[in-house]
């Protein structure tokens, strides 16, 4: 296939009027001994061909459409409705670029400010950026940020926070000289050389904290406090602005972006007002136009990689815009009823979920903790073992992490549970186990 | 026609979404020091939400409706078969932890896409977890940081960058840990070769390269400029953010690069999406891939593909392994244009950029008058003479209906505009924006204030951006 409108005669046309004989001269630049190199790649393909291969390809997986979901930890199935990828598809959104320029990309930055807005409304907190690459990149980014506005080069990390964003802040943290310590469980003792302390609610295990208190102590040491949350419990639960915390990131993948093997997602990163010169990212802010109309455009420009260079707050360019874009589509549409709705399905046949689970012969609650959407159980089987039998009755099993809890499995219940796939699951459990 | 903000659409009762029942019972409620009282989202109905939304995005230029000559960001045509092939419940619906054994097609195209990358490279290996071209960057240094370090090289410090760059690469540098340096680029636009060896020395780590530059150029001295860095210990870096104009024509490994990201939004063909989601791909020789991050798709003997983490991984830049749905759509744009259709991709973007310039040169400034690759930079300096600058231009250019290049980048260009045109435009389209053009340097001579006062064709005027950032309102709160 070919995307290339030019003919044979435009072609020959356009090289006449550069003043070359042919395309080759175009390249003389390129070293003569290495150029037009061997490309040892398949031969092309019609599109007729294509889909069939990536549709065999694509079947070779087994779905979230054909197997009942019980998998989460970071990555969550919820129901997404069809308006979002109808609009999101508008073409016009999605095959513009950043918004450089404001008066032909109002669609885009509306959207944008829109956006800021919702993700405001959710968390409790002043302001948030027009998006990060994902939860676990907004989470590193948040401590440097952290370490920035303090000057500390110590990160606390409470022990529960996804053990990927962990190695993700690692690999920020350390050509940087910061270093990353785990923090004890409440109170997170004395945190006077910390730069910040970073808790997730709810944590990598589904559980809860109280968070009542917990600000005062991380402020009273000069420090301040970054909270990872899931946006979809947020219908429910308490906004991290009302406890106090100081940056809140998020995966905002839950918020209408399929789970798509990983990506992309949407890092979500809000903060307090006093902060917004020290956030990375794009900033969309509201203006007016040379009549006095209001607008929208990005601003804060002077914190970013392509004024400041080498001092600007992060390197981060291209983001999740179109992520972002569906996250506040799937935010309009949910509206304040439907979130809260969603929130409260998940939390209700979570805890159905985990009752019966708990209920049969070997199984048991990994924690006496407070939960929202996932728990961890112990198993008499090994979980892998375990996901091997459920997958044989269409299931898709919970998170092996027998690496951290001695025969844990880390089961996740949304709103695309019904109660038939719960008790099901219960089913082939005590038969697996029997 | 002006569109309120979803705040001002809503009115409370409305609902866009129903949801089932509650079909379970109800469990006991969280302590009430857990729970919010409000949840402050706007309610509209689902018609709301469709209108206002379909009439923002009518606000936006984008390839689909306009020629968007973006220097840098390679604006080319988004096949609309890769989009499809995205949606497939078997790439779309598939959780990233299920069991390898059940997601074998997802891993297998991982895998391959991973070679193909490292073919068009010429470089041995891949990761494809960076979610974007300067996430690729810092991956990319933390490697030659690593590689130092494990050579007991720890104490080279120093980064050349060129004046040239993109502000990301000093900037993914300095994320790393590295001191920047910039360097000199010489009168044709090429990196100054005596000042870049003055500039080697045991502290040097590396230098990093966009090749073709941001002038649209190709490095003439690329050979020579490798051997330098790699004489005196360093490694070389490569922003591929123009690789769109040698695909086929040339491999970055062939010429000296060490290691590279790819940005497979720009030449692969992925969306932009309004400003994202990309994907950066990072490409290495073979003593760097033990340090790329991981995991990455392998095969083993018995043709089942696996995820694993490379030796001496740097660790991970984000969460499981990459944007994965950009990854399928840039697969499906190798698979259809193939390795002839690859190097036509160069050639007509390299013809597409010469041709523009042949016929803007006499209106123009060209800012280094040569042969260049896929993208042109003019410099408006013989406009500003009569008081109208690149940034006139530009917003002029939206009247006649075109979306404006990119402006005063590269910084060592005076009042710069980068026209970058990509192969998937036609002849016609060309000398459609190139008449344009020559009708704005005859206004900017006989009616400046024309060009100065511009846009007038847009629902809204140029927007005050001085007053956005002094008093910033960033939210409706």
């Known amino acids: ?434 | 026609m002006k569109e309120g903000l979803l705040s001002e659409l809503s009115a409370p009762g409305r609902q866009g979404v129903m949801l089932p029942d509650l079909d379970v019972p109800e469990a006991a409620l969280l302590p009430e020091s857990f729970l919010r009282e409000d949840l402050p989202l706007p309610e509209l109905s689902q018609v709301d939400v469709v209108r206002h939304f379909v009439r923002l995005s009518q606000e936006n230029f984008a390839i689909d409706t306009v020629f968007y000559p973006l220097g840098s960001c390679t604006m080319k045509y988004n096949p609309k078969v890769n989009e499809e092939v995205a949606r497939l419940s078997g790439f779309s619906q598939v959780h990233p932890y299920q069991a390898q054994e059940t997601v074998q097609g997802a891993l297998r195209l991982l895998y391959d896409l991973q070679e193909y990358l490292a073919e068009i490279t010429g470089l041995a290996s891949t990761s494809l977890q960076p979610a974007a071209g300067a996430q690729g960057e810092l991956t990319g240094m933390l490697m030659i940081r690593a590689y130092h370090e494990a050579k007991g090289q720890g104490h080279r410090k120093r980064v050349l960058v060129p004046d040239s760059a993109h502000g990301t690469n000093p900037s993914s540098a300095a994320m790393a840990g590295y001191q920047v340096v910039s360097v000199g680029h010489d009168s044709e636009g090429d990196v100054d070769l005596t000042q870049l060896r003055e500039l080697m020395g045991p502290d040097l780590a590396g230098l990093m390269l966009t090749n073709p530059n941001t002038l649209g150029l190709f490095e003439r001295h690329i050979v020579e400029v490798c051997n330098a860095v790699h004489e005196a210990g360093g490694l070389v870096y490569g922003d591929g953010a123009n690789l769109n104009a040698i695909l086929g024509w040339a491999k970055p490994g062939d010429l000296g690069f060490d290691v590279m990201h790819l940005n497979l939004h720009k030449t692969f063909s992925t969306p932009h999406g309004g400003g994202g989601p990309g994907a950066g791909p990072v490409c290495c020789r073979d003593f760097l891939a033990p340090y790329l991050p991981g995991p990455v798709a392998v095969r083993d003997g018995d043709g089942r593909y696996t995820l694993r983490q490379p030796a001496e991984a740097v660790g991970r830049v984000r969460s499981f392994y990459g944007n994965f749905l950009v990854l399928v759509r840039a697969y499906a744009y190798i698979r259809s244009l193939g390795p002839e259709g690859l190097r036509q991709v160069a050639e007509n973007a390299v013809i597409n950029a010469n041709y523009l310039q042949t016929r803007l040169d006499d209106a123009y400034q060209v800012a280094f008058p040569r042969r260049c690759m896929h993208e042109t930079v003019l410099s408006a300096s013989r406009q500003k003479a009569h008081g109208v600058r690149a940034w006139d231009i530009a917003k002029r250019l939206i009247d006649y209906g075109f979306h404006p290049p990119t402006v005063y980048f590269p910084l060592i260009v005076h009042e710069a505009l980068m026209v970058e045109p990509t192969e998937t435009e036609s002849k016609d389209t060309m000398d459609a924006f190139v008449a344009a053009m020559l009708a704005i340097a005859r206004e900017a001579e006989e009616d400046p204030a024309l060009v100065q006062g511009a846009p007038r064709s847009t629902r809204l005027g140029r927007l005050d951006e001085v007053t956005a950032a002094r008093k910033p309102r960033l939210c409706w709160g």
């Open chain 1, 1 to 434: 296939m070919t995307y290339v409108p030019n003919t044979q005669a435009d072609r020959e046309s356009m090289l006449e009027a550069i003043g070359v004989g042919s395309v080759e001269e175009l390249f003389h630049d390129i070293p003569s001994d290495l150029r037009q190199p061997a490309l040892h790649l398949p031969p092309a393909l019609t599109e007729m061909e294509l889909v069939a291969q990536l549709r065999a390809m694509a079947e070779t997986n087994a779905d979230l459409d054909h197997n009942a979901c019980f998998l989460g930890g970071g990555a969550y199935h919820h129901f997404v409705p069809s308006l979002v990828g109808q609009l999101v598809s508008r073409q016009e959104f999605y095959t513009a670029y950043t918004p450089y320029q404001a008066e032909v990309s109002q669609g885009t930055l509306q959207a944008m400010f829109e956006f800021q807005s919702l993700i405001c409304d959710l968390t409790g907190m002043d302001v948030a950026n027009a998006s990060h690459y994902d939860g676990a990149a907004a989470l590193a980014e948040a401590a440097l940020m952290a370490v920035r506005i303090t000057g500390r080069e110590r990160i606390a990390v409470a022990s529960a926070i996804h053990p990927e964003y962990r190695t993700t802040l690692q690999t920020y943290a350390r050509p940087l000289g910061l270093t990353v310590e785990t923090a004890p469980a409440m109170p997170p003792g004395d945190l006077s050389d910390y730069a910040c302390l970073i808790v997730q609610q709810p944590d990598f295990f589904g559980r809860l904290q109280q968070m009542g208190g917990l600000a005062d102590l991380v402020h009273q040491a000069g420090a301040l406090l970054v909270a990872s949350v899931d946006p979809i419990s947020l219908g429910l639960l308490k906004p991290p602005g009302d406890y106090g915390v100081d940056i809140v990131i998020g995966e905002g993948q839950p918020l209408g972006l399929p789970v798509s093997f990983g990506g992309p997602y949407l890092g979500l990163f809000a903060c307090r007002q006093a902060h917004i010169r020290q956030m990375p990212g794009r900033i969309v802010g509201e203006t007016v136009d040379s009549r006095g109309e209001r607008g929208y455009t990005l601003t804060l420009q002077a914190r970013e990689q392509h004024i400041r260079r080498e001092r600007a707050t992060s390197n981060i360019c291209t983001n999740q815009a179109l992520a972002a874009l569906t996250a506040t589509v799937y935010l309009a549409a949910m509206g304040r009823q439907g979130l809260r709705q969603v929130a409260r399905l998940c939390y209700h046949k979570a805890h159905y979920a985990a009752d019966r689970i708990s209920a049969l012969p070997g199984f048991s609650l990994a924690f006496n903790a407070p939960f929202y959407k996932e728990f961890a159980v112990r198993c008499p089987l090994a979980p892998a073992e375990l996901n091997r039998r459920l997958l044989e009755r269409r299931m898709i099993g919970g998170l092996d992490i027998s690496d951290l809890v001695e025969g844990g499995w880390l089961v996740c219940v949304t709103e695309m549970n019904t109660r038939q796939q719960i008790d099901s699951l219960v089913d082939a459990l005590a038969e697996v186990t029997r």
